[in-house]
């Protein structure tokens, strides 16, 4: 086996900081790996291609058996409020390797998920199942078709070990690619289990790996409160945008750099009810579909409480210059709603009268429990499709009003077909997909892989993909999988 440790470029900035945010631990080693999945072109952008026809190499590699040149893994520190409740965590079954460089000279976490024990594992096996591993890779590659800031997915290792849920699963390995995993919760471990001053220097550190334009501000705190709050809510306005409900939106699942990470319960919404939640443990809605902003803005309200020391010695003064920022919040949520839902609908030069147009338009699919995204695509395609709101009279008058307001402006239809995807990753689709993989027939999960692909490309139609089978999501639950 060629051994190509020389051609990574593995950093670890992390190990720079107090000992109070890690551990420093190895993967442990998989019993009889056998690699999934190889996200070739995501390892072609990472620099990574030089080893992509030694298979033995790649499964080692990231199965935590063979660790790289100048690999340093540590676990991360954090905490959380998870559903509200404050609550000490950290990575109890993923291992960092380090950062590599990409071709475009960026650093990019390295992380084996399912990889061992830690000492955040909480009496759990440090292991994870290939079920839920699978789903990851597929949604987040998805999300990343759809152009939404996420974490990826560059491969799966069959551990070959069997790991012990409420049934008996094969245990799994994913190689999550991310910007940062540092969470909102990280913020929260600093600040309430780390002295101050290793705490400050951790806060310095992100801005600087981060957000260096705001280093020499003489207001950092405050700028960095600003720019994770802008994240957030580009964040949220863009799963809006593709009906995508995170499930599980605890301070430890809010990334700081903005990404989608963990995705547990995830699901997307097909008949469009702005209380959707599919996730099994959110009895009482509270990470529902409508209620994604509201719990972005509580746990910016978190976040910007863990760096107040630093803002004013006068910690009444501290307060009101963080909430005069968080202030903002629903006003800046509010308008990139609005302008998210304009090029859903193609209108360029929007006036106010527009967004009574998108109001009647939301209102008229909620009463007709119309397909979100099939009826985006249903009027970018400027086709019918025959359901109850393209039928109903109200949604027949709405359209001329909308047909006059977009009259000969072919750039509305074409920032509609950017915009709106014609396909989703179904919930039916995913856990078919799924199933068949774990049990060795991947067909189906590369085919919806592929059409994931295509997801903006309005010349390739698969009808199959944009129907829901009647009461399958009545019935369908998610959950944190693990």
């Not at 442990?28 to 992509?52: G, H, T």
């Not at 790649?58 to 676990?75: C, D, E, M, V």
């Not at 990404?259 to 919404?269: K, L, Q, V």
């Not at 309005?458 to 944009?466: D, G, S």
Request: charged fraction near 25%.
């Amino acid at each position: 086996m060629k051994d190509n440790d020389k051609n990574w470029s593995l950093e670890n900035s992390y190990l720079k900081l107090p000992n109070c945010f890690y551990e420093r631990i190895n993967p442990s080693l998989a019993q009889d790996p056998k690699l999934i999945y190889y996200n070739k072109s995501l390892s072609k952008k990472l620099n990574l291609e030089f080893f992509n026809e030694d298979l033995s190499l790649i499964t080692n590699y990231f199965s935590g058996n063979k660790l790289p040149q100048n690999s340093k893994p540590i676990a991360q520190a954090y905490a959380g409020h998870q559903f509200g409740n404050f609550t000490m965590l950290g990575d109890g079954r993923a291992i960092l390797l380090g950062e590599q460089k990409d071709l475009n000279g960026e650093l990019y976490d390295i992380q084996l998920k399912g990889a061992g024990k830690t000492s955040f594992s909480r009496g759990g096996d440090g292991r994870a199942t290939l079920s839920s591993m699978l789903r990851e890779y597929i949604i987040s590659e998805s999300m990343h078709c759809l152009r939404i800031p996420t974490t990826r997915s560059l491969a799966v290792i069959d551990t070959g070990e069997k790991v012990y849920r409420q049934s008996i699963n094969n245990g799994g390995i994913l190689t999550r690619i991310a910007s940062s995993h540092v969470r909102v919760g990280t913020f929260e471990y600093g600040r309430y289990f780390c002295s101050k001053g290793d705490f400050q220097d951790f806060v310095h550190y992100i801005i600087n790996r981060y957000y260096p334009e705001i280093s020499n501000h003489k207001s950092p705190y405050l700028e960095l409160l600003k720019l994770v709050m802008k994240k957030q809510i580009d964040l949220i306005v863009d799963w809006v945008r593709v009906g995508f409900i995170h499930g599980v939106m605890n301070t430890d699942n809010m990334s700081i750099v903005g990404e989608t990470i963990d995705y547990g319960p995830c699901a997307f919404i097909n008949k469009y009810d702005p209380k959707t939640v599919f996730s099994s443990i959110d009895r009482y809605g509270r990470y529902a579909f409508n209620n994604q902003h509201k719990i972005a803005y509580w746990n910016l309200t978190i976040f910007a409480g863990t760096i107040l020391p630093f803002i004013e010695d006068n910690k009444d003064k501290a307060i009101q210059l963080v909430q005069n920022i968080l202030n903002q919040f629903s006003v800046e949520y509010s308008n990139k709603w609005y302008k998210m839902m304009y090029k859903k609908i193609g209108i360029i030069n929007p006036n106010e009268e527009d967004k009574l147009l998108i109001r009647d338009l939301v209102k008229l699919m909620e009463s007709y429990k119309a397909d979100y995204t099939n009826t985006f695509a249903a009027l970018t395609l400027n086709e019918p499709f025959e359901d109850s709101l393209s039928l109903s009279n109200e949604f027949k008058n709405w359209k001329k009003k909308w047909e006059k307001r977009i009259k000969n402006n072919e750039n509305g239809y074409k920032i509609m077909r950017s915009n709106n995807p014609i396909y989703i990753p179904r919930n039916h689709l995913v856990e078919s997909a799924i199933e068949n993989a774990a049990n060795g027939n991947k067909k189906e999960f590369d085919e919806l892989l592929v059409s994931m692909s295509n997801t903006y490309n309005y010349n390739v139609k698969h009808i199959e993909l944009q129907k829901t089978p009647n009461g399958f999501d009545e019935s369908y639950k998610t959950f944190c999988g693990t």
